[in-house]
């Protein structure tokens, strides 16, 4: 496992989020997500979680402005903007545009992401 080569893999996470065909190619089964709203464990928690954040916003995208790492470590600096027209954690559509900036810390093991650590201001995404 290299530097660039998680860089590659954290950047395509990014690029083709809730691309529910890459997800097994990208993370670990035992994947674990901590975030804001609740942790994830597992790929198939992982694969609901992006799902469903893809249906409540179709046309989410992240704009990755830093990307540096170490060992197996890549920390990456972002910005995720999208429209929710879609149910999201229980509270309906609102149409409305969002930007959240924010920051995730990727653990790696054998080229795959093991573990994440996001962090956001989830009142300016629901």
Aim: proline content about 6%.
């Amino acid at each position: 496992m290299t530097v660039p080569t998680n860089k590659a893999t954290a950047r395509s996470y990014f690029e083709k989020f809730a691309d529910l065909t890459v997800a097994d190619a990208i993370f670990c089964p035992e994947v674990q997500f901590h975030y804001p709203l609740g942790d994830l464990d597992g790929l198939d928690d992982v694969k609901r979680y992006l799902a469903a954040v893809r249906l409540a916003f179709p046309d989410i995208r992240f704009a990755v402005h830093a990307l540096f790492g170490e060992g197996d470590l890549i920390a990456a600096r972002w910005t995720l903007t999208g429209t929710q027209t879609g149910e999201l954690r229980g509270r309906p559509a609102t149409g409305k545009p969002v930007a959240v900036p924010g920051n995730t810390i990727f653990r790696f093991r054998a080229d795959r992401i093991l573990e994440m650590w996001i962090t956001f201001d989830p009142a300016r995404l629901l």
